[in-house]
């Protein structure tokens, strides 16, 4: 779930990726939260069994006013390999409680595989799900999301990411409960065109050939950020390197999600540095329109393991040209909300969240639920 352990480790043989899965081994030091981040409230789910808990909150708005929100489930087989699913959620109380839809958007497949790869899953996570106000003009559907669909293998008690097998989905539709019509985004330098003969093909967009000057070392992308305007539908992505830190870069695609061009950089993972001098990269990006205004929000990451850090904001000055607010060059954070735990971060906000505030992850706890949800009441 939007995982640190390892994060985006160049394998040796291949300068591929690959992820120590949730509560595997990998670099860093950490110690697992027995107890919930201070300050905080934890957020429930009901309508669905609590395995191993819930992560990455993408909150959105339909024309109704209702407050919709994709998540990623995570279970464990009888194998051992942990299963990542996409499902969706309403709130009717401000985001403090949810209501699971019962509507499965990606599934987690458990598959068997011959030796030496004999457990293996397809896993579904960091989802962003957005309801677009401005498709049905423009003839497409008015909800999408976007995920991470990549391959996981178990290796003894650790699930690892195999993100040289994956991509950034995409699925719409009509409604929230009828996402459909899977595409094959986009993908970086690490993805094994192996991968062609999935029968979704090649991918639509691989942006390390596409752009080569600017994104040609971004071996893989992940934890995507959507934000639908009359001009178009603006992505934004953590470009991983194989050597890091990585960078969140700005796409802006046309309401049928065709047609993508690469703006340029939103801040680069060595900025994390401004919010604290130990902090060494972003991850998990999240764009938001509130009061009129454009943010970024993201979590700065500590090495080694890549542990999550918080969150914080940047005002958006230029979307168009990818421009964050700075001062003599310096971003400039219109919001932090700080580590509260070792493993804490993955925002997700918009407007109409009155009961919650800004939504945060925490993983790795030491009793299940290991990944859980909380409120943070803090509001842009």
Not at 39 to 44: D, E, F, K, N, R
Not at 96 to 118: C, E, M, Y
Not at 191 to 207: H, Q, V
Request: hydrophobic share 40%; proline share 6%; aromatic share 8%.
């Amino acid at each position: 779930m939007k995982n640190g352990f390892s994060r985006f480790a160049v394998l040796a043989s291949a300068a591929l990726l690959s992820l120590a899965g949730c509560g595997g081994s990998g670099g860093g030091t950490f110690t697992p939260p027995s107890l919930p981040p201070p300050g905080l409230v934890a957020i429930s789910i009901s309508g669905i069994a609590v395995d191993q808990g819930n992560f990455d909150p993408a909150p959105t708005v339909d024309a109704g006013g209702m407050v919709w929100m994709s998540y990623s489930h995570v279970s464990v087989a009888l194998s051992g390999i942990k299963l990542f699913e996409t499902r969706l959620a309403t709130t009717a109380d401000g985001g403090l409680n949810w209501q699971d839809s019962g509507f499965l958007v990606n599934a987690a497949t458990s598959l068997t595989l011959p030796a030496p790869n004999d457990v293996n899953a397809i896993a579904n996570e960091v989802s962003r799900l957005v309801y677009n106000p401005f498709a049905v003009a423009a003839g497409a559907d008015p909800w999408i999301v976007l995920w991470h669909r990549y391959l996981s293998v178990l290796s003894g008690v650790d699930t690892i990411r195999l993100f040289q097998h994956g991509w950034i989905g995409m699925k719409s539709g009509a409604t929230a409960t009828t996402l459909g019509n899977e595409r094959k985004l986009f993908t970086g330098l690490g993805y094994d065109t192996i991968n062609n003969s999935d029968p979704l093909g090649a991918p639509e967009y691989p942006l390390d050939t596409l752009e080569p000057a600017a994104l040609g070392n971004c071996a893989v992308f992940s934890e995507p950020g959507v934000l639908p305007k009359n001009s178009g539908i603006y992505v934004s992505l953590l470009c991983g390197k194989a050597t890091p830190p990585g960078k969140i870069i700005l796409l802006r695609c046309d309401h049928a999600m065709g047609n993508c061009t690469y703006l340029g950089d939103l801040i680069d993972g060595s900025e994390a540095n401004a919010v604290n001098a130990a902090y060494d990269g972003f991850s998990a990006s999240e764009l938001l329109r509130i009061n009129g205004l454009d943010y970024l929000i993201v979590t700065p990451t500590l090495s080694p393991g890549d542990l999550y850090r918080g969150c914080v904001a940047y005002r958006i000055t230029d979307i168009d040209n990818a421009l964050i607010e700075r001062n003599a060059g310096a971003p400039v954070a219109s919001l932090v909300i700080p580590q509260r735990g070792d493993f804490n971060g993955a925002c997700g906000y918009v407007e109409e969240l009155t009961g919650s505030g800004i939504m945060i992850s925490e993983a790795f706890f030491t009793e299940a639920p290991t990944f859980r949800l909380f409120a943070t009441d803090e509001r842009l």
